[in-house]
């Protein structure tokens, strides 16, 4: 659940940051959820696209997730937003592949009036996933690879979810996007089916290298209040809630997410070594055993 304190703490704390209510809005489930549409919403995470010319800290051009400086005073009172509300703002860059800084204004509405915080329109939610993907198809570096089949199916059911509650409430423009990005997203999933870019066996299997580094060491599977000093955390994907817990690892596994996924954020962020995309490592593997990560293939010891 999304409250109005912890919108209105938000704009103060991006106020503190010399952030302006007209540079950043919500976007993704959380802007669905907040426009009244009853779509699965991440838990812990809220979506938040900020002006990079506005960002105080300077980020390569290429990353798509944005931090404060470690040790920061801005991180710790982002650390103080998150323990308050148990919602982490995982804030991204505009302009952000193919989304145009200046649609802040075309795209977004205020919400609710006396606090004026930009919320995406549904209509907008659903587009900008048609602007990723024809980012990404036209991407001649990374490619769809920058993410996983899992991604686009889950796409296309909230895309469905969204369609149905449009039709009911006589939301015709966000109906008529839908209509629009169903069959891109389609041609996405049918992608996948026609490409394997794993290579998986029983004594050591393949991902996409996230960070690059050699690594041995003790497996912990995900648990919410496990300690990963000095082990290699395996899980099926990482959110952004979990930066804190997972930048304290030797290594990262996981068996979905591609190079932009929030483990890969997090493996660059911290200096991690990880590997990505595995399939099947939370299947393969149990807390206690040894494995080794050297560039985008985990072995077991």
């Given amino acids: 659940m999304i409250t109005q304190t912890m919108l209105t703490d938000l704009k103060e704390l991006l106020l503190g940051w010399n952030i302006k209510p007209d540079d950043w809005y919500i976007t993704g489930e959380a802007a669905m959820v907040l426009s009244g549409y009853p779509?699965?919403?991440?838990?812990?995470?809220?979506?938040?696209?900020?002006?990079?010319?506005?960002?105080?800290?300077a980020k390569p051009e290429e990353e798509v997730s944005l931090f404060p400086s470690k040790g920061s005073k801005e991180e710790k009172e982002l650390k103080?937003?998150?323990?308050?509300?148990?919602?982490t703002p995982d804030f991204h860059p505009l302009p952000h592949v193919g989304i145009r800084a200046e649609d802040r204004f075309s795209h977004t509405y205020a919400y609710p009036k006396d606090t004026a915080v930009r919320i995406l329109s549904p209509w907008a939610g659903i587009y900008h996933r048609k602007c990723i993907i024809e980012f990404?198809?036209?991407d001649l570096k990374t490619g769809l690879h920058a993410f996983d089949q899992n991604k686009f199916i889950r796409w296309k059911k909230f895309i469905q979810e969204?369609?149905?509650?449009?039709?009911?409430?006589g939301d015709q423009m966000t109906v008529q996007t839908c209509v629009?990005?169903?069959?891109?997203v389609q041609r996405v999933i049918d992608f996948f089916n026609?490409?394997?870019?794993?290579?998986?066996?029983?004594?050591?299997?393949?991902?996409?290298?996230?960070?690059?580094?050699?690594?041995?060491?003790?497996?912990?599977?995900?648990?919410?209040?496990?300690?990963?000093t000095n082990k290699i955390a395996v899980l099926k994907s990482a959110l952004p809630h979990q930066?804190?817990?997972?930048?304290?690892?030797?290594?990262?596994?996981?068996?979905?997410?591609?190079?932009?996924?929030?483990?890969?954020?997090?493996?660059?962020?911290?200096?991690?070594?990880?590997?990505?995309?595995?399939?099947?490592?939370?299947?393969?593997?149990r807390n206690g055993d040894i494995v080794e990560i050297e560039e985008n293939v985990v072995k077991k010891i």
Avoid at 39 to 57: A, E, G, H, I, Y
Avoid at 80 to 87: F, L
Wanted: aromatic fraction near 10%.
């Fill in 39 to 57: 779509v699965t919403f991440r838990n812990k995470q809220m979506d938040v696209l900020v002006c990079r010319s506005v960002w105080p800290w």
């Fill in 80 to 87: 103080i937003y998150i323990s308050k509300h148990d919602m």
């Fill in 136 to 138: 990404y198809e036209n």
């Fill in 162 to 169: 969204t369609q149905a509650f449009a039709q009911s409430q």
């Fill in 180 to 184: 629009e990005v169903i069959p891109i």
């Fill in 194 to 228: 026609k490409v394997d870019i794993h290579d998986n066996s029983t004594v050591f299997f393949k991902g996409i290298c996230a960070y690059n580094g050699k690594v041995r060491g003790e497996v912990k599977l995900w648990e919410e209040n496990a300690n990963f």
């Fill in 243 to 285: 930066f804190s817990k997972l930048s304290v690892a030797m290594g990262i596994i996981t068996d979905e997410g591609g190079l932009l996924s929030h483990a890969a954020i997090i493996a660059r962020e911290f200096k991690v070594p990880t590997v990505i995309g595995t399939n099947s490592a939370t299947s393969k593997l």
